[in-house]
């Protein structure tokens, strides 16, 4: 009995730090990205990877410089995580002849174009 005890307080501790909700955002998420790096990846966007410069500080893009990155539009991408990561280590030429150098110009690790692609990455799913 108290076995049984034990294992329903766990099932029960389970539950509260489980809910629904929480699972069904973990599942949402790209392999590999957290919520931590969604987070850290909006600090640089708008910070030391400058992509604010060309992307606007909300990401919805400066005519002929930087795409809308809110919507589920992409020119150098196919929106998923992955490509995302990858667009943004090579660089990308716009039609206007605007170019974004790979790891958006500053000297980025990869860690933290991977934090910036997730948070990317989450502003397409946002309007979804």
Same mark, same amino acid.
């Given at each position: 009995?108290?076995?049984?005890?034990?294992?329903? !307080?766990?099932?029960?501790?389970?539950?509260?730090?489980?809910?629904?909700? &929480?699972?069904?955002?973990?599942?949402?998420?790209?392999?590999?990205?957290?919520?931590?790096?969604?987070? %850290? #990846? *909006?600090?640089?966007?708008?910070? *030391? #990877?400058?992509?604010?410069?060309?992307? #606007?500080? %909300?990401?919805? #893009?400066? /005519?002929?410089?930087?795409?809308?990155?809110? %919507?589920?539009?992409? !020119?150098? *991408? @196919?929106?998923?995580? @992955?490509?995302?990561? &990858?667009?943004?280590?090579?660089? *990308?030429?716009?039609?206007?002849? &605007?170019?974004?150098?790979?790891?958006?110009? /500053?000297?980025?690790?990869?860690? +933290?174009?991977?934090?910036?692609?997730?948070?990317?990455?989450?502003?397409?799913?946002?309007? +979804?």
């Amino acid at each position: 009995m108290k076995q049984l005890s034990s294992w329903l !307080t766990l099932a029960t501790c389970a539950t509260v730090v489980l809910t629904p909700a &929480a699972l069904a955002q973990q599942s949402t998420l790209p392999a590999g990205v957290t919520e931590q790096m969604i987070s %850290d #990846g *909006a600090a640089i966007f708008k910070g *030391a #990877g400058t992509c604010f410069a060309c992307h #606007g500080p %909300d990401a919805k #893009g400066i /005519p002929n410089l930087g795409a809308n990155l809110t %919507d589920s539009e992409w !020119t150098h *991408a @196919d929106g998923s995580y @992955d490509s995302i990561v &990858a667009t943004i280590n090579r660089g *990308a030429q716009g039609a206007s002849g &605007a170019v974004m150098p790979p790891k958006g110009g /500053p000297n980025l690790s990869e860690e +933290q174009v991977k934090a910036v692609a997730a948070y990317v990455w989450s502003l397409s799913k946002k309007n +979804q």
